[in-house]
């Protein structure tokens, strides 16, 4: 790109030059070379910048090259270092720009590893530059773990239900956001939080929940079946007997810790903020109770995982037939928004944006508290909420074909009710049942026959047939198939569909909240599965989490504070677009509905990486297993 197109992309008036040529010296800027390596502490060898931006208290620093090499870095870094030594300032964009090929590399504040902006491949407008520095707030996983279960205990000693807690949070959550940006707030600081306080300390316990109301009818205008979710929301919360119960200073200190101690350690404007808001409020879901102990609430890092494997971006339609509080749309809205950004200018990654909103995020809840749950999950997140539906998947084939979905990613529940389930797919099962027998696979017997219906009326409308991929998470006892019922369902499943992978994940997966062992599975909806097909089996037993008290599974980081989790996942993608076979980890093999999905049955065992503890653990187990089948008597010899 030309250095005149760079200067009229970023806007022309915020060109800042102090030379001749209409570059940027440093020493000059300093007052003299001497003044500048002084203010350093080294020599300044670089001190020529091609062009300098700026707006209020926002830097982009961009030095052009032909085509720029890895030496060009350490030039950049060089202005950028005399930059915050000369202007005292923090919030600089840099970027390495190629005259020739348009092609650029750029920074956030530091140049390294971390603080590369991957996704960013064009020049845009300062005013996008600024918004990356807009809320300066602190995007902190363990402080809003910690908070999380802290906010929880004071929730407790308000008498607020444990089964209205999530909802409750969620809505004075939205409604704090709300509350922030009406006041065109740069920080959650000191400042703000006084003014916030002079303002709820002029209302009245009548008047905030009016005020949260307002904030609920506002963002769900547009929305379908606003009236449902609107009632629902309410009635649920604010018309809970116990949160009317609440005193105007009961209202004060809640508010104030979910805005001090929550919303100030989540940028909702970036993709890690909202990362982090999702894992609020699966951490939430964790600590209050549920009806069902079953109810297994997705880790946002599987969610994160299952949406790369399934290639989520903003083309893909997305759906979630049994979406309970969002996760899986929270997580794939903010990879289609994410995606939104790449090769594109401002304006025309906000109209890609509302397309994702509006048209490319679809759900489905039957359950009550869930349903107002997800919705309130996706206002938080940036709307997306419109396409939620309250009905059964199994009555909604119509909005699921109407939808015509790209990817489907859901967590079902492995034990629906029998009633719920229409008759076609009870056939075979015992009439006291009172769960489902197949552990969930019925469910994905129903979206194949959808995907069938719905390919019947693309081909009728001269429309290309459509293969969804299929991300689902089932506990390990639906892969393994040891009762005929599940054996049926699988061998229905690849007469018409294509099993791609299953990971066996961690033990505890789920950890507070249901016990069940889980399995991704990943199929191709509406392509037979061949006999030549091998699929792809990973044994995914580490995932980089470790338990912790108050606070669940954690994620951990290794010595130079890199994510484990990060590198874990990127190996378990990694090996499956290549089909990878590695010992102790994966294996590559033809399967039929008889057999076992699990990686177990068929990976090679590493024995490099045994050791006595090994041995010991494993005779241990032994010796349990004999006491308790009273096999053998402890304490007897």
Known sequence: MERIAIINTIGSQYVTSNTEEGEYNYINAAGS????????????????????????DVIVLIETKKYFVEDDEKQLAAYLEEEKAVNNTSKIICILANIDDDKIKVWNCFMDKDHLLENETIIKEMSYYAKLFDISKQNNREKVLKNTYDLNELLHKKDIDEANRSQFVGTSLLYIKDLVGRFNAKAIDEELINQIKKHWGRMTTESIIGDIKSTLNQKLDGSEEKEIKIKLLQSSVLENQKVRNLTLKD??????????????????????????????????NKYTGKADKNQAYTP?????????????????????????????????????????????????????IETVKKEHIFGIECEEKAYGLSTTNMLIHGDGNSNITFKSCFDSQDFIIKAAPDIIL?????????????KKYKVGW??????????????IHFLSDVVKEMNKQREKKGLTKKYPKLAVLLPVSAAIGSKEIITKEKKTMLSENTLEAVFTLPDEIFYPGASACACCMLFTLGKKHTENKKTFFGFCKDDGFKKKKNLGRVEQFDVENKSKWKTIEEKWLTAFENKTVEDGFSAMVHVNGDDEWLCEAYMKTDFTTLCKEDFQSTINSYLAYLVKEGKIYEGIK
């Open 410 to 422: 859901m967590n079902p529940p492995y034990n629906a009710k029998p009633k719920n389930i229409p």
């Open 33 to 56: 070379r001497k003044k500048l390596e002084k203010l350093l502490g080294h020599h300044a060898e670089h001190v020529k910048l091609d062009i300098r931006f700026e707006f209020d």
């Open 300 to 352: 946002d890092h599987i969610t994160d995982f299952m949406a790369k494997l399934t290639d989520v971006d903003r083309s893909t339609i997305v759906l979630d037939p049994t979406c309970g509080s969002g996760s899986f749309l929270v997580q794939a809205l903010v990879k289609a928004i994410s995606d939104c950004y790449k090769d594109t200018t401002e304006k025309e990654a906000e109209e890609l």
């Open 251 to 284: 209202w004060q200190e809640i508010l104030l810790v979910i805005l001090k101690n929550i919303y100030k350690y989540i940028n909702v404007d970036s993709s890690e903020g909202q990362d982090i808001l999702n894992l609020f409020f699966i951490a939430f």
């Open 430 to 443: 015992s009439k006291d049942k009172k769960e489902d027998p197949t552990k969930g696979l019925v469910f």
